[in-house]
């Protein structure tokens, strides 16, 4: 079983930052790939950033310079470092973790069926 838990929203204004974080509890020690998505009330979720168990990265066009994902592998914790928000940025933000080398098993694209287990969310909220 795996459960993963976020914390670190909030609200904040415009050219805020914030630095979300995902502990992922699994009794099972294989590697993963994990990712930030997001989702506003009535629009579908969206990918924000993802890292792989090898190390690498992709991001969504529109958080690109601005927000930074990260793990620690040790603490089996994800992070989301999210600079100079935007209003459009206000969504609720889930952690998500899929199968190890997900980015090259699908070439380099990562959507949400993707992944098998999801956070609850944590709430983003920036006010301009």
């Known amino acids: 079983q795996v459960q993963l838990v976020e914390s670190g929203g909030g609200s904040v204004q415009a050219g805020g930052s914030l630095r979300l974080s995902c502990v992922v509890s699994?009794?099972?020690?294989?590697?993963?790939?994990a990712a930030w998505f997001r989702q506003v009330p009535g629009k579908e979720r969206e990918g924000v950033a993802v890292?792989?168990?090898?190390?690498?990265?992709r991001y969504a066009d529109s958080v690109k310079g601005r927000f930074t994902i990260s793990r620690d592998n040790a603490k089996n914790t994800l992070y989301l470092q999210l600079n100079s928000l935007k209003s459009e940025d206000t969504a609720m933000y889930y952690c998500?973790?899929?199968?190890?080398?997900?980015?090259?098993?699908?070439?380099?694209?990562?959507?949400?069926?993707?992944?098998?287990?999801w956070g609850q969310g944590t709430q983003v909220t920036v006010s301009s």
């Open positions: 998500a973790t899929g199968p190890s080398l997900l980015l090259r098993r699908y070439g380099g694209s990562w959507l949400a069926p993707h992944f098998y287990y």
């Open positions: 890292i792989d168990s090898d190390g690498s990265t």
């Open positions: 699994t009794s099972a020690r294989s590697a993963y790939c």
